[in-house]
């Protein structure tokens, strides 16, 4: 199959304990992982590449061969995956430092090792036409700079998801050249809108969002749904219907999806509802979607109403 799509980054695999220890079930997770489940919904002509541990197999494997994923851009290189605890403390993990210190010892060894760069990313998109790249990423200068290279070359629309430690106003002039070298469509959430441009409410982020030099820029409100701002208007939608089981992954579900419409040429209004629906998909469970072929005309079929329903609304 040729690829049009790449979700790229973090894998993780999710606990919604505190304690690994306790053997509760964990879940397929990681920002490159929802991401691409987000455009998955609409498209199967999408691939993820990210650095794994071997253990992901577990959880993976039996999504992977459920779903026909691709698994050429799975690269593993080390023992263990990332793994997170959902609301908790040192990298997510939660619990007790000195119960869980093995444990912890292991996430900062293989943290390191899983961080997806540049040039992994570049081996494809290289001659394949390559429509559009998702990444959650930081603001490293080199990173970016290197990727740029390849963008140039390849010639793909970039969606940056901005990481929360990095979505602060000590930065903001970083991500300012990022968006205007690099991003073609940027994703934010409000607490780190709030921190980026040290403002308060929806109003005051959407007049900082829209001097970013980006096409549009997916912004995150919550449980209230979502905006999408470009450089002169601001669409509000709430959330798509649908059962609330688990929030986590609702960001980067949205985002891909988000990614996939604009690069898709879909007007502005299409991109949030396309969104909003990847979101509410992701919030019918926990984890990632199962299946993706199951619900796809449903998902086409409820963005051609809410488009109908918006667009003499907004």
């Known amino acids: ?83 997170t605890w959902a609301f908790g403390y040192l990298f997510g993990m939660g619990g007790n430092p000195e119960e869980l210190n093995e444990y912890n010892n292991d996430i900062f060894q293989d943290f390191g090792y899983l961080k997806t760069n540049p040039e992994e990313i570049g081996r494809f998109t290289e001659g394949q036409n390559i429509k559009g790249v998702y990444l959650a990423q930081n603001i490293d200068r080199v990173f970016w700079r290197k990727l740029g290279e390849i963008k140039q070359r390849d010639g793909f629309k970039m969606m940056w998801e901005i990481e929360g430690p990095w979505a602060d106003l000590q930065y903001l002039d970083r991500v300012r050249d990022i968006c205007t070298k690099y991003a073609d469509v940027f994703s934010i959430n409000i607490a780190e809108c709030e921190n980026l441009f040290r403002c308060k409410g929806d109003k005051d982020c959407i007049a900082g969002l829209q001097t970013l030099d980006v096409d549009l820029t997916l912004f995150r409100v919550g449980e209230r749904g979502l905006y999408v701002v470009t450089r002169d208007k601001a669409i509000y939608l709430p959330p798509a219907p649908g059962p609330v089981v688990d929030t986590y ?66």
């Open 249 to 314: 992954g609702c960001g980067n579900t949205s985002t891909g999806s988000a990614l996939y419409a604009y690069c898709e040429g879909k007007d502005p209004l299409m991109v949030g509802i396309m969104a909003n629906i990847a979101s509410a998909r992701n919030l019918a469970q926990f984890g990632i979607i199962p299946e993706f072929e199951a619900i796809r005309d449903d998902c086409w079929k409820a963005a051609e109403e809410l488009y109908l329903y918006y667009k003499d609304r907004v």
């Open 1 to 83: 199959m040729n690829y049009e799509y790449i979700c790229a980054g973090n894998v993780m695999l999710d606990s919604h304990d505190p304690n690994p220890r306790h053997g509760v079930k964990e879940y397929i997770g990681g920002p490159s992982t929802f991401a691409y489940s987000g455009i998955r919904i609409w498209t199967d002509k999408v691939m993820q590449v990210s650095r794994v541990g071997e253990d992901y197999h577990e959880l993976f494997d039996p999504w992977i061969e459920r779903n026909n994923v691709e698994t050429k851009g799975f690269n593993v290189v080390c023992d263990r995956s990332n793994h």
